[in-house]
């Protein structure tokens, strides 16, 4: 069964940087598309990045475009989120999700897999 475990959360302050890790197992990886999501309290999740099945074409939300990298790490099995330069608004619960398909530029789309969350705050 396909299962996926973010790690990397924690501290940091306004400008700084943080790398999450998505655990995949299960499937190939390069098989796999991969989005990260964030959900603030009291707020809806929304897309933040997504690495596309085969090519791994990247895709990044308006709000971190220049900021985040998305990235397969291949010899662990997983897909990264590089954050830097962050911002208060980045400060949420943070998911990955999997899907055998999506399209280039659209993460609206069902993700049958998903992560258990994983906490990053940020403060000054």
């Known amino acids: 069964q396909l299962e996926l475990v973010e790690s990397g959360g924690g501290l940091a302050q306004p400008g700084g940087s943080l790398r999450l890790s998505c655990a995949v197992s299960?499937?190939?990886?390069?098989?796999?598309?991969v989005g990260w999501f964030r959900q603030a309290l009291g707020k809806g999740r929304e897309g933040v990045s997504s690495?596309?099945?085969?090519?791994?074409?990247?895709y990044y939300e308006d709000s971190v475009r220049g900021r985040f990298i998305i990235a397969r790490d291949s010899a662990k099995n997983s897909v990264t989120l590089q954050m830097n330069n962050l911002k208060l608004e980045a400060a949420c619960v943070y998911y990955c999700?999997?899907?055998?398909?999506?399209?280039?530029?659209?993460?609206?789309?069902?993700?049958?897999?998903w992560g258990q969350g994983i906490q990053v705050t940020v403060v000054s």
């Open positions: 999700a999997g899907a055998e398909s999506i399209p280039k530029e659209n993460m609206d789309v069902p993700w049958p897999h």
């Open positions: 299960g499937v190939t990886l390069d098989d796999l598309a």
């Open positions: 690495i596309s099945q085969g090519d791994g074409f990247t």
